[in-house]
């Protein structure tokens, strides 16, 4: 009999629609691709998003424990889970406390990396970055906003700058919403750039929702761009998720196939 085989790719997850679509969908598609013998799983892992996707738009997708419990029922006996979080947090224990029980109900089940576990995932993506987004011209610099952690692997968004600017793009910047550095600590390192008058900000997020929508680019007193115009830089926001990106897709895929 010829063994059944399985792809789970795990998100946190969105409540909007379009961005579910260009991120999540797209992310899953390419790693889909990049393994042709195995059937796709769409699993997400926060339970605020499935409530209010279910109870909004009636739109019901399944969390980690439901999709292996579906792929274990429907006889795949062979799975690769790829997470789509950015880093190996929180979610992402999460998401292997959740798995773990489940592996006796198969033959293999293997955990594909997050995006920026190991230090040269780290040059990987900001190779990306550096290859899609417009370099920062005179005068400009480049913003990416993530999220920011409790969990020790917050110290990932002072690597990658630190990267960047390895890599020569001196007025690229991480900020995060929930950890640190915040706002305040970029808004005192630019002003170490006094040629620097325009900003570029992007969400470093795989999709461009709640965050990206309000925090960054919202038009409360408090969000980033507000701020930024604020203290007098002239702000554009773009938002993009990262799993808009084919580097960043292709990066997922290939962290699926390597499992
Ligand atoms: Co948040």
Wanted: with cysteine; charged share 25%.
């Amino acid at each position: 009999m010829e063994e059944k085989k399985a792809v789970l790719v795990v998100s946190f997850g969105t409540s909007y629609h379009e961005t579910i679509e260009k991120n999540i969908a797209a992310a899953e598609r390419a790693i889909a691709a990049a393994l042709p013998d195995r059937t796709l799983f769409r699993a997400f892992t926060s339970g605020m998003i499935l409530r209010k996707l279910a109870r909004r738009d009636g739109l019901l997708i399944d969390d980690v424990p439901q999709a292996l419990e579906r792929i274990a029922a429907e006889g795949y006996t062979d799975v690769v889970v790829q997470p789509t979080h950015i880093l190996p947090g929180e979610e992402y224990a999460k998401l292997l406390a959740l798995a773990a029980p489940y592996a006796p109900r198969f033959a293999a089940l293997r955990y594909g990396k997050p995006l920026l576990t190991g230090w040269r995932d780290y040059l990987e993506v900001a190779r990306v970055l550096m290859e899609e987004l417009p370099a920062p011209a005179e005068g400009e610099a480049v913003l990416l906003m993530g999220h920011g952690t409790e969990h020790p692997v917050n110290a990932a968004y002072a690597q990658l700058e630190y990267v960047l600017h390895d890599a020569g793009w001196d007025r690229a910047f991480v900020g995060t919403v929930e950890g640190y550095p915040a706002l305040d600590q970029v808004l005192r390192r630019l002003a170490e750039y006094p040629s620097v008058t325009r900003v570029r900000l992007y969400p470093l997020m795989l999709v461009a929702g709640d965050h990206a929508t309000n925090d960054m680019a919202g038009p409360d007193p408090d969000s980033w761009r507000s701020r930024l115009e604020a203290a007098g830089y002239a702000v554009s926001c773009h938002l993009q998720g990262l799993g808009e990106s084919p580097g960043i897709r292709a990066l997922l895929a290939r962290r699926a196939a390597e499992a």
